[in-house]
């Protein structure tokens, strides 16, 4: 390249005819100086000197790494990482220390670190837990709740928001309270416009679940669920993971409508709020089109509340130290094969049976039966 520029071709042509660019061609021709080309040097290396002006020294490293086998075989503490030669170091009345930060890269240098490196498995698919809706042959919407927001005034706001796994359908309800008869009346409204998953995922609430107190309980929305053939699914409390989607729109919920402009009331909210969702559906649009097919609500359905129970229902729960698991009130025994371990309990109300089964995040596709056994409510009158 330097003797074709040299010769009085141009240099974009040189660049073009070896497939550099143009400032490398100006690079080596600067850095010749007119000198003999027999007589330069072309080996590529960095700028500046050979030796960084603030290395540590070969004295310090050799230093550092008897220290680190003595330390190992006679510390009457056993510590010898970089943080415990350091202290040694200081012990010793050696000027200029190297940092503890110095002292470990000497030691990932010269390869004896002992720590592992944490191994990172893949994530298991959006829901695992169910076959049908990881297989994407079924949709599943997340509800869950947004408390303790105040209007400046003293307008105490809680919000229902939800979002669908596959589609990302979201929806977002702030009211100035939200009962499981308001949820009813929401969820309805909701599922009319866009149509029928075939699961409902919520958390824990009373609102969504029924009372606590009393075994055996189903409120209203999952009598809602079961007469629509919706599959109510329940999250495990205090489990990561299960509630990751609907957690994170309720982030950005917060971020993009409640913390983004300060609001006058809960009408200008409830606006707001509106216009975000559907700019948010109107983005989404493909991908909702994407998503499995959602069924029609009947158009004469109506909620009756003291019909008999009929349906299934799921929960997600872990297992305790003997193998218990506790649900709708109950203590069921699960097998002690599978203690602190994660099942998935079928509660099928038609035929009065509860299938339990095995989940492992790490092995989502191996999904194992552990027990199925007769299960029948006892059947209250449902009270207003």
């Not at 056993?78 to 012990?91: K, P």
């Not at 191994?119 to 079924?138: D, I, N, T």
């Not at 596709?365 to 409510?377: A, H, V």
């Amino acid at each position: 390249m330097v003797l074709a520029v040299r010769r009085g071709s141009p240099v974009r042509r040189v660049a073009k005819r070896f497939g550099v660019t143009h400032g490398t061609v100006q690079y080596w021709v600067t850095r010749t100086r007119r000198r003999r080309l027999d007589r330069v040097d072309f080996a590529d290396r960095p700028r500046g000197r050979p030796r960084p002006v603030n290395r540590v020294s070969q004295r310090i490293e050799k230093r550092v790494l008897k220290l680190r086998r003595d330390l190992k075989d006679r510390s009457a503490l056993g510590e010898c990482g970089a943080a415990a030669i350091a202290r040694e170091l200081v012990r010793g009345g050696v000027h200029l220390i190297p940092c503890v930060r110095t002292i470990g890269r000497i030691l990932y240098r010269h390869g004896v670190l002992d720590a592992r490196h944490r191994l990172r498995r893949p994530p298991p698919p959006k829901g695992w837990y169910l076959p049908e809706v990881a297989a994407r042959k079924a949709e599943i919407d997340s509800f869950d709740l947004v408390t303790d927001l105040v209007i400046q005034g003293g307008q105490a706001v809680t919000v229902l928001n939800g979002i669908s796994l596959h589609g990302g359908l979201p929806v977002s309800w702030p009211e100035a309270r939200i009962t499981a008869k308001i949820t009813v009346e929401k969820l309805m409204s909701h599922w009319r416009r866009y149509g029928l998953p075939h699961f409902a995922k919520f958390d824990n609430d009373t609102i969504f679940q029924g009372a606590h107190q009393w075994a055996d309980s189903f409120g209203r929305v999952i009598r809602l669920c079961l007469q629509l053939g919706v599959n109510p699914i329940f999250a495990p409390p205090r489990e990561p993971g299960f509630q990751a989607e609907i957690e994170s729109y309720n982030g950005r919920w917060q971020r993009m409508v409640w913390h983004r402009v300060t609001h006058q009331s809960l009408q200008a909210l409830q606006v707001y709020s509106g216009r975000f969702v559907e700019a948010l559906i109107e983005r989404s649009a493909s991908r909702i089109s994407l998503a499995p097919e959602r069924r029609v609500v009947p158009k004469d359905f109506r909620l009756d509340l003291c019909r008999p129970l009929a349906g299934s229902l799921t929960f997600i729960r872990r297992t305790n130290a003997e193998g218990r698991v506790q649900c709708l009130g109950h203590s069921w025994p699960i097998t002690t094969d599978w203690v602190h371990r994660l099942v998935r309990l079928d509660v099928d109300l038609s035929q009065g049976r509860v299938t339990c089964f095995a989940l492992r995040r790490r092995e989502p596709d191996e999904i194992r039966l552990l027990k199925s056994f007769r299960y029948q409510p006892l059947h209250k009158r449902f009270s207003e």
